[in-house]
């Protein structure tokens, strides 16, 4: 796929920033061995920066203190979420710039002691030109290993790009079509991230005041996404 200067230019800022570490809560700055006992569902949320909270948010404090005085915890749908169901526990498992097979190799790690997971990913896959069947296909063993592990699983699919519209429109669609397809194969939830913040004006484009970068929600798209696209796998 012929990439754009955009496209380029991300990238680029994905190899910079790098890969970060610490996983963590929505609210609080470590990830547990194991889940307390205290009543709350613990949802281990995998993925990239989508799930992070980019670009105001991010479960590595080293990243943290780099955005400096925009740190803002908002900047999460695992924020919001909580806000909505306090019962919840989010482990905050989000990577900046990482592809679906960087993503798969934190699963078990992020998995240990939670309750539920959701798999998320996809999008870096697609800036830096990698075929949208290879993601799904990670995608696919990312929901089969967290069904193997005894837990219920949900999936969320790809936002638009404002950033790779048009040119990154085409291979997004071909994804979610198949995250829709895996899902349904598989019997497990897909949060609709991607209709909850396109802007029914310009297909392919998120919404301008749910969008912050073209990159990622603004922490009103944050919010929308947990009051509007997220629900818990039974």
């Known amino acids: ?60 404090p080293t990243i943290r203190a780099q955005i400096g005085p925009a740190l803002d915890p908002r900047s999460q749908f695992e924020y919001w979420a909580t806000k ?9 498992c989000g990577v900046f ?28 896959d697609i800036a ?13 063993s990312m929901i089969q290993r967290g069904l193997d592990l005894g837990l219920p699983v949900a999936v969320i699919d790809i936002l638009p790009w404002n950033n790779g519209h048009p040119a990154a429109d085409a291979p997004i669609e071909e994804l979610n079509r198949s995250i829709r397809s895996i899902a349904e194969s598989k019997r497990v939830p897909v949060l609709p991230f991607h209709d909850t913040l396109e802007d029914p ?14 990159d990622h ?11 509007r696209a997220f629900e818990l796998p039974e």
């Open 128 to 140: 830096q030109g990698r075929a949208p069947a290879e993601a799904a296909a990670e995608i696919d």
């Open 84 to 92: 909505e169901d306090p019962s919840l526990e989010f482990r905050n």
């Open 217 to 227: 929600p603004s922490v009103a798209g944050y919010r929308l996404l947990a009051e």
């Open 1 to 60: 796929m012929r990439l754009s200067l955009v496209l380029c230019s991300l990238l680029a800022a994905l190899l910079v920033i790098g890969c970060g570490g610490e996983s963590t809560t929505a609210s609080t700055p470590a990830m547990p061995v194991s889940a307390p006992d205290d009543g709350k569902v613990v949802v281990a949320a995998l993925g990239d920066s989508i799930t992070a909270g980019s670009p105001l948010w991010d479960p590595d």
């Open 97 to 124: 710039g990482e592809r679906t097979d960087e993503i798969a190799l934190r699963l078990e790690d992020c998995a240990v002691g939670a309750d539920v997971l959701i798999v998320q990913g996809g999008i870096n």
């Open 201 to 214: 004006a310009e297909p392919g484009v998120m919404r301008s005041d749910l969008t912050i970068d073209g």
